[in-house]
């Protein structure tokens, strides 16, 4: 059974969550997903793109429907699961003060689902404030600190001074590694998502189909492949993935593994936490390859390189 | 020529201070004419004399300010609770104490089930106060072929049988806090939170086993229910109503049987493009018995699920602070939009920094754009102190109390939740009123049953279902709570005008009980028995049935 990947966008209200929606919608690139909102009202469909309007479902005529969650994100998100044809992605739009962890957790627990990855929004102008108010606080530094990556909004609205004193903040204070910087919902595709890799080499660089802003933002991140003809030891592998460096925003690709001979893994990281999706297929050539996006300045090339063959087998 | 009835009975409890008790009340045009004595209220000229209430007492009909429809569905499914319960068709489920009690009630129900597919489902479980932890394999004897499942008090929890632990495909090392394992770590079928309802419904299929939401027989059960606990106004406080559930109360309330008047509240934040004018919209739809116009804001959770919103020193055994359902951003913006429509906001809070948040909410608002009586109602407000009182009061807002939870949880709130201080104060009634805001209470059905004079009973005595006295300096007197549940509740509707006391030009809508509830015991005020009720003059029998 393919696991449908599930992406979850977390983020205090008007963290900029909409914004990135509609850009998820609009350029999906081929792909059918299926984008769980708040509130339609926000989201802003072009009405040529809309080719059927029933109940509280959408559908676009990219092939994405966006489905209203209404009183449930339960009943919401079981709906969409059981579709036929079943949607290639989901992406939900945690509520602003949902805890995204607890969302996640059902990712987690069904076995038709997959966790592509906790992507949360944070207003560059008011997370900090937000962060400190008496109420909500502790659900935002919650949602912070569940985070796979922040996309940190509005970006261009604040000094770079206060910038880098966010950054700071948000490593130091709150805990996170994985930062993003975004503005007008601009992040390229491959670090939103992580289905790019049923084809060896596809996605090996950034894509770029997402750059018409004006903001470019391959200065941001960093890619490094790792490719093999030999097969990994699956401890050190293990291991290996356990304790990549912190700016690693996600690693994806196909492998193998002495220990399961005859199969080829599709290794899926994002954050902290990875799974690999095993199917029974000869060796290719290569046998592995995987491809890091990481925060611009966080990889060292050389020292992966060493690991990396480290973990081969022997 | 309309004609003029004058209803005679043992004795008549106006709540009216001018004149607090009468014999007779001449009723034409479904409105009060008199109250009094015989010769005054024939002073108005000819008269029919009804003497079918000559030995029973009347009082105003009550009035429940918070309850939902939701009571007219969960009838569909079997109960399992461990107290007696009244359905609306008058029938008592007795309360059961044991685990096998359940089993076999609910497969007794299986037997009666002709597809095979078809979840059983059960509910209003209490763990406490049963003999031992249910598990699946006791859901297992109910059927093995079938999905069932047993909705806890709580809501919070749901026990399921085997056959859904596989569809759902949970296995001996699923690993998660929302699949809950005894204390030997073996999976005991009991799903929780979010996480649980998920992998539910995923397995059984959203939503077709739940009975359609609001439809013209569940709102007529819901009014069954309520004319069975002697009230004749209450609410549905909280529905986004969507078309089909305004198409349902339009239809049913025209009914001339329709027992109640029937005021459902809006969903403040459900997703629509101009929600003020909707509302404004289906007012043009009111009726004598349909009021729309409320408007139902959730700013916390449950404090037995541990979702409230707790102030320092939190959770009395450690737990995690909740959960905002709202954040109080949006509380504030929403509340807003509603207040400067003239329209009046029932605000959901359990914990004491989510009324702290709605009181804020309404200061803001108040100040932005000062409302002479709003009477913005804070619903639940169980753990509010007397200093949150006091700005209630300033700001003019009231509090509906859930009275009812001192019976059913207050033990927890003791041990578990809140620690003996808060449990103590907790739904404070006698404080809210030294504090001069205007107090309602609840019962919230169907998390409580509906029963005004049950909630009484709990605000006099606030005895839980252990027999510990929770906070005697919060008990009320009798009178008071009376007041409450009659113009008490009407208050916070802004209904006092139209119901709430038995005084000429009032709508004539009466509870007829069979017993005085001044005169009972207070500690017996639970078990005065309602005859039925009168709603509009109408007279409503309730069904005599045995047990
Ligand atoms: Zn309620």
């Known amino acids: ?314 | 020529m309309t004609t003029t009835v004058v209803y005679e009975a043992r004795k008549i409890l106006t709540m009216n201070p001018g004149k607090p008790t009468a014999t007779h009340v001449a009723v034409r045009d479904g409105r009060i004419l008199a109250v009094g004595s015989l010769d005054e209220v024939q002073a108005w000229g000819a008269a029919e004399i009804d003497r079918t209430f000559s030995d029973k007492v009347l009082m105003p009909g009550l009035i429940e300010g918070h309850a939902h429809v939701y009571e007219g569905m969960v009838w569909n499914n079997i109960y399992t609770g461990s107290y007696d319960r009244r359905d609306p068709d008058g029938k008592v489920w007795t309360g059961l104490g044991t685990i096998d009690q359940i089993v076999g009630r609910l497969a007794e129900a299986c037997g009666k089930l002709d597809d095979p597919e078809q979840p059983l489902i059960g509910w209003g479980f209490d763990p406490l106060f049963v003999d031992r932890r249910m598990v699946a394999s006791d859901l297992d004897k109910v059927s093995t072929t079938r999905p069932v499942f047993i909705y806890h008090a709580s809501l919070h929890i749901i026990n399921v049988n085997s056959f859904v632990l596989e569809r759902a495909g949970v296995t001996l090392d699923t690993d998660s806090e929302f699949i809950l394992r005894d204390e030997a770590g073996k999976i005991t079928g009991e799903l929780a939170g979010h996480v649980g309802r998920y992998l539910l419904y995923k397995s059984v299929g959203s939503g077709e086993f739940a009975v359609p939401g609001n439809t013209p027989e569940s709102v007529r059960r819901y009014a069954k229910s309520a004319q069975m606990a002697g009230v004749t106004t209450v609410t549905d406080l909280n529905n986004d109503l969507l078309q089909p559930t305004v198409d349902s109360y339009v239809k049913v309330t025209a009914e001339d049987d329709f027992p109640v008047r029937l005021m459902p509240a809006m969903r403040g934040t459900a997703q629509r493009e101009d929600p003020v004018g909707y509302l404004r919209s289906l007012t043009e739809l009111n009726s004598d018995r349909l009021r729309f116009g409320l408007v139902k804001m959730t700013v916390d959770g449950s404090i037995q699920g541990f979702t409230a919103r707790l102030r320092w020193p939190g959770y009395f055994n450690g737990r995690p602070n909740g959960l905002w359902y709202t954040p109080p951003e949006e509380i504030k913006r929403v509340l807003g939009a509603f207040h400067e429509a003239g329209f009046q906001v029932h605000i959901h809070t359990n914990g004491d920094e989510a009324t702290e948040a709605a009181i804020e909410a309404i200061e803001a608002v108040q100040i932005e754009k000062p409302r002479p009586d709003h009477r913005h109602t804070l619903q639940h407000c169980q753990m509010a102190d007397a200093a949150q009182f006091r700005r209630m009061a300033k700001l003019g807002a009231c509090v509906n109390l859930f009275s009812n939870h001192i019976y059913y949880w207050g033990d927890a709130h003791y041990s578990l939740t809140m620690g003996p201080d808060r449990a103590e104060r907790m739904d404070a009634v006698a404080s809210a009123m030294r504090c001069g805001v205007p107090v309602a209470i609840h019962s919230d059905a169907p998390i409580t049953p509906l029963g005004p004079l049950f909630t009484a009973w709990c605000a006099v005595n606030r005895r839980t279902s252990s027999g510990r006295v929770l906070g005697a300096s919060e008990c009320i007197s009798v009178d008071e709570a009376l007041h409450a549940i009659t113009l008490g509740a009407a208050y916070t509707l802004k209904m006092e005008g139209e119901v709430g006391s038995i005084e000429v030009g009032k709508y004539a809508d009466f509870a007829v009980l069979e017993d005085d509830p001044t005169e009972v015991a207070p500690e017996a005020l639970k078990d005065v028995r309602v005859w039925g009720t009168v709603l509009g003059g109408r007279i409503f029998a309730n069904p005599r049935v045995l047990p």
Not at chain 1, 34 to 58: C, K, P, R, W
Not at chain 1, 75 to 102: D, F, Y
Not at chain 1, 133 to 158: N, P, Y
């Open chain 1, 1 to 314: 059974m393919t696991r449908i990947p599930l992406t979850i966008i977390g983020g205090f209200l008007g963290s900029g969550k909409t914004t990135l929606l509609n850009r998820m919608l609009r350029g999906s690139a081929g792909r059918r997903i299926a984008v769980l909102v708040n509130d339609f009202g926000d989201i802003n469909i072009d009405a040529e793109l809309i080719t059927g309007h029933e109940g509280s479902t959408i559908s676009l005529s990219n092939g994405c429907i966006c489905c209203s969650i209404g009183d449930s994100l339960v009943e919401a998100l079981v709906e969409v699961v059981r579709m036929t044809p079943p949607p290639e992605h989901i992406v939900i739009e945690a509520s602003g003060v949902a805890e995204p962890q607890n969302i996640a957790e059902i990712a987690r627990l069904d076995p038709g689902l997959r966790l592509s990855g906790i992507l949360v929004m944070a207003d560059a102008e008011r997370v900090k404030e937000l962060a400190g108010d008496k109420f909500v606080g502790d659900t935002v530094r919650h949602q912070l600190c569940a985070a796979d990556m922040i996309l940190l909004s509005k970006v261009d609205r604040v000094l770079e001074e206060r910038k880098a004193d966010l950054h700071a903040w948000l490593r130091n204070a709150i805990g996170v590694k994985r930062i993003v910087e975004t503005v007008h919902g601009a992040v390229p595709m491959d670090v939103l998502f992580d289905t790019d890799f049923e084809e060896p080499g596809a996605g090996a660089t950034v894509a770029h189909h997402d750059h018409h802003d004006h903001h470019a933002h391959d200065d941001q991140f960093e890619t490094w492949a790792f490719v093999s003809d030999q097969e990994f030891d699956g401890g050190k592998l293990g291991e290996l993935l356990g304790s990549l460096p912190a700016g690693v925003l996600r690693a994806k690709g196909f492998l193998r593994t002495q220990q399961k001979p005859g199969q080829t893994g599709i290794l899926h990281l994002v954050g902290g936490h990875w799974e690999i999706a095993w199917h029974a297929a000869p060796a290719g050539t290569p046998a592995i390859r995987l491809v890091l996006i990481a925060v611009k300045g966080t990889l060292d090339r050389e020292a992966l390189q060493k690991r990396f063959a480290c973990a081969l087998a022997d």
